[in-house]
Nanobody, 125 residues
């Protein structure tokens, strides 16, 4: 079982920055990809950024490209999401997730098997 615990959420002004962290109970090649997903009130959960733990390659949803950066520290078993130039539309509950085994679509939330409880990010204008 993979346990995921997010931290780093909060309230910031538009244009500001936040860094989210996700501590994982295990972080090995058996976990094919990990990522960040978000869900705003009344909207569907969407993939924000994912990383293939072995290769280190990343994918982002178009709306955050150039602003967000996903990274990992395997030694610390921690996943990060650096968010810059934040916008009000980034306001959402952000979840850390992981998948065991290969997938060609890690940005699809339905392909993730393990989820954290989320950390709230609120961006004011």
């Amino acid at each position: 079982q993979v346990q995921l615990v997010e931290s780093g959420g909060g309230s910031v002004q538009a244009g500001g920055s936040l860094r989210l962290s996700c501590a994982a109970s295990i972080y090995t090649y058996s976990i094919y990809c990990m990522g960040w997903f978000r869900q705003a009130p009344g909207k569907e959960r969407e993939g924000v950024a994912v990383i293939r733990t072995g290769a280190g390659s990343t994918n982002y949803v178009d709306s955050v490209k150039g602003r967000f950066t996903i990274s990992q520290d395997k030694t610390k078993k921690t996943l990060y999401l650096e968010m810059n130039s934040l916008r009000p539309e980034d306001t959402a509950m952000y979840y850390c997730a992981a998948r065991m085994g290969y997938s060609s679509a890690c940005l699809n939330s339905g392909n993730m098997g393990y989820w954290g409880k989320g950390t709230l990010v609120t961006i004011s204008s």
